[in-house]
Structure formats: C-alpha cells, structure tokens
C-alpha cells in the first residue's frame, strides 16, 4: 500500500546516483533488492515507478527486483534455513529465539545507464 | 553501464527516526507506536488505558488518520494533550513517517510529559515498515478479525513487542477459535506477551497496565 512512497525514494536515490557528469543520459535499469518479509508487492512497485518517473531522467527504466528469501538463524542451535511460510520456531531444537539474516532488504542495489559511447 | 549505488530504501526515515529517538530519549519521554487494523479498539484500548494511568504517568497522544479528527476528539476528553495527524496532507499515506511525528511532535510540551502514544492509521501492512523512533511497538487485534491474521501479516507481529487481543467480552457470541489466534502470534513472534482483554468491559487490563508501567519505568 506504501508503494508509492517507496517508488518516490527510489527516484530519489538512482537520480541522485547519477554521476554528474553523465546528466541527462537515460537510465535503463534499477536493480533492486527486495526481501519476501518486506510488505512490498512487485508489481504495485513497478506501476507507481512507471507513474512517478515520467519527466524524469529515469522514465523507461526497467526495475530490476532480486526477491530475497527469508533466512533466519536459530540463536540456541545455531542452524541456518530458509523459511516458506511465517513460522519463527526452530526446526530442530523447537526455539523461538531466531534472527532473520536476510529477507527484509529494501535496497537500490545499482542502476545501469547507457553506455557513453553509443549514446 | 553499471553504477554502483547499495542504498536502503528507507534510509531517510531511519535516519529521521534516530533523530526522533535521541530528541525522546533527551526528554525522557516514553514512546509507544500503537498500530492495528482499522475497527479493531485502538482508540477505545487507549482511551481505557489512559484512564487507569494518568495522572500518575503524564501523557500526550498522537493520533494519525487519512481524515478526520474523530479519534483525536474522543482521545482529547481524557484529559490529555493530542495532536491529530491527517496523513492526507502527506499524500494520504497510509502509515505515520518519522518525519511526520517529528512535527507533530513539536506540538506537544515535551517536557511536561512522560509517556507519548502514537496511535498509528488502522492498517496491518506499511506501519510495519516505518520506524517513527518509539521504544515500543505494540500491535491490537480483536476477536471479530480472523484468526490467521498474524500469519497474514507476519512483518507486523515480527517487530512489535507486545499483542492486544481485544473485545474478549464478544467471545460467547462468536465462533471464535482463542488457541488458534494464540498459536499463530507464538509462531510468527514466539515469548512476544499477548494481553487479553475488553476495552469495553476493562476485563483483563492490570497484565497490560503492569506491563505498560514497567516499561516506562525501565527507560
């Protein structure tokens, strides 16, 4: 539901990512990052950016979305999973003393502009 | 060509955020985000809280909506200071921003209180997301909501510290499964206390009192 006000950071971010000598060159790609445990929905993402972008320096650039798998670690047995499904319970020894390693990442990891030369 | 740029999305709220938190902590002010969904008894939860601590505990309130000032009108007959924001003029954002506290803040007498609540807009999904710079997130779920919510947004129930399970009075009247609601809130969020109790009735409220109490006392 947020997505709006995330699409609005990421132009925020990739436009001022642009080094200054290369202004006005067209983006083509925004790779992010995005974990499962993010309340972020892809496709809402890619409508907003598409919206919010136009008239800017980014319009037409492709959002590049790397999902991220929830990744925790059992703090008592130390064992690392993946999990599918929200169940924070130690697989093994029943704890519920876990920690997510990855799977909540909102990043703007790079973006890709064309190539100097053939521009 | 590729340019390297690893940035978090929401870095300019956590940056506002920590702000907020040193300005709290230089106050001395507790601060407590209250989220839920909409129609679940935030406001009405608070309104019975409030009621059973203040005077003792000094308190102000910060009510976020879309629209309207309802919530802050019945929360202002408790006495205590409120500032009502309507997120509309941010957009209509449907979860309160640091940056958005931070203002309301600067409303309210910081130094004349102890306890700060942040009733954040109805909504199980964005507020998760967005630090404001409290020291506890509680979440309020009734018993006329489903009891998968917890497994449904999952984000939510991870980062709070504390669970409302409200309108208990309602029980007899509905088929109602209380283990199944209990079982998913200890899957998604395990040893997290969960406080049963009627807004309405003020059934089950000394737990929660005493844990609200102590929290406040231990910052």
């Given at each position: 539901m947020h997505e709006m006000g995330i699409a609005k950071q990421i132009i925020e971010i990739a436009t001022s990512s642009i080094p200054d000598d290369l202004e006005n060159i067209p983006v083509e790609k925004i790779n992010l990052k995005i974990g499962?445990?993010?309340?972020?929905v892809p496709d809402s993402l890619r409508f907003c950016f598409e919206i919010l972008s136009k008239?800017?320096?980014?319009?037409?650039?492709?959002?590049n979305i790397e999902e991220i798998p929830v990744v925790v670690r059992c703090?008592?047995?130390n064992i690392v999973w993946t999990i599918n499904k929200p169940v924070f319970v130690?697989?093994?020894?029943?704890?519920?003393?876990i920690k997510i390693i990855s799977g909540q990442e909102l990043d703007v990891v790079s973006i890709e502009v064309a190539d100097p030369d053939t521009t | 060509m590729e340019i390297k740029v690893i940035r978090k999305v929401l870095d300019v709220n956590n940056a506002m955020a920590e702000q907020n938190r040193k300005m709290f902590a230089e106050k001395e002010v507790f601060v407590l985000n209250v989220m839920s969904s909409p129609g679940s008894g935030k406001t009405t939860t608070l309104e019975k809280t409030l009621s059973y601590i203040i005077p003792e505990i000094k308190s102000a309130v910060i009510a976020g909506d879309i629209c309207t000032t309802n919530d802050a009108n019945r929360l202002a007959k408790t006495g205590v200071s409120v500032v009502q924001i309507n997120t509309d003029e941010f957009g209509g954002d449907c979860h309160l921003a640091a940056h958005v506290v931070e203002k309301a803040a600067?409303?309210?007498?910081?130094?004349?209180?102890d306890l700060l609540i942040v009733e954040n807009v109805?909504?199980?999904?964005?507020?998760?997301?967005?630090?404001?710079?409290?020291d506890a997130k509680i979440v309020v779920l009734s018993v006329?909501?489903?009891?998968d919510k917890p497994v449904k947004y999952p984000l939510m129930f991870r980062v709070c510290d504390a669970a409302i399970l409200n309108k208990i009075d309602l029980l007899p009247y509905l088929d109602y499964n209380k283990k199944e609601v209990l079982n998913n809130i200890r899957q998604v969020h395990p040893g997290m206390p969960v406080f049963e109790l009627s807004a309405k009735t003020g059934d089950g409220f000394t737990p929660w009192i005493d844990w609200l109490r102590q929290r406040i006392a231990q910052k």
């Open positions: 499962q445990m993010s309340s972020v008239d800017t320096p980014l319009a037409g650039a492709e959002l703090m008592e047995c130690c697989k093994k020894c029943k704890s519920g003393s | 600067g409303n309210l007498d910081l130094d004349a209180i109805g909504n199980l999904v964005c507020p998760a997301e967005f630090d404001i710079g409290e006329t909501e489903g009891e």
